[in-house]
């Protein structure tokens, strides 16, 4: 059994970076090291819509505007994942996250990732700290 492993998870607009370590007797313990946000709608306040037409009536769906957000947040998320594999020497970090978000993370994943990060479709974003601690696929980390 390994002692501790490195985590993210991450869904459309929040990332978490967490540690697990294995505790005596047994037990599993998480701590949450980092998180990164995606950007609020009010940081686009001001910003022209492409759906908006000359009198503010909509158009098109927001189908097209989804990815593009979906993108962006993904370029931000691969960017910081690179930054915390550095700064706290990850050899292997398993990734958390929808199947849609792992696909425009694989997009971006540079060669230097390769056998580093480990991809699994789940999406534990919302889940505690404590519950993760008991969560099964956290425990099956640390084997």
């Given at each position: ?59 098109a ?24 594999l550095?700064?706290?020497?990850i ?10 978000l ?25 889940v ?16």
């Open positions: 059994m390994r002692n501790g492993a490195w985590f993210i998870v991450v869904d459309r607009g929040r990332g978490r970076l967490l540690r697990c370590s294995l505790l005596p007797p047994g037990r599993v313990h998480v701590d949450e090291l980092d998180a990164i946000d995606g950007p609020p709608d009010e940081r686009e306040h001001g910003r022209p819509s492409p759906r908006a037409g000359r009198g503010g009536y909509t158009y769906s927001g189908g097209h505007e989804t990815e593009q957000q979906l993108h962006r947040f993904a370029k931000e998320v691969a960017s910081w994942i690179g930054r915390k550095e700064e706290h020497r050899d292997r970090l398993d990734l958390f996250a929808a199947p849609r792992l696909g425009e993370l694989r997009k971006l994943y540079p060669a230097a990732w390769d056998g580093r990060v480990r991809e699994h479709q789940a999406d534990l974003t919302q505690t700290t404590a519950e993760l601690s008991k969560h099964p696929a956290v425990a099956d980390l640390l084997r």
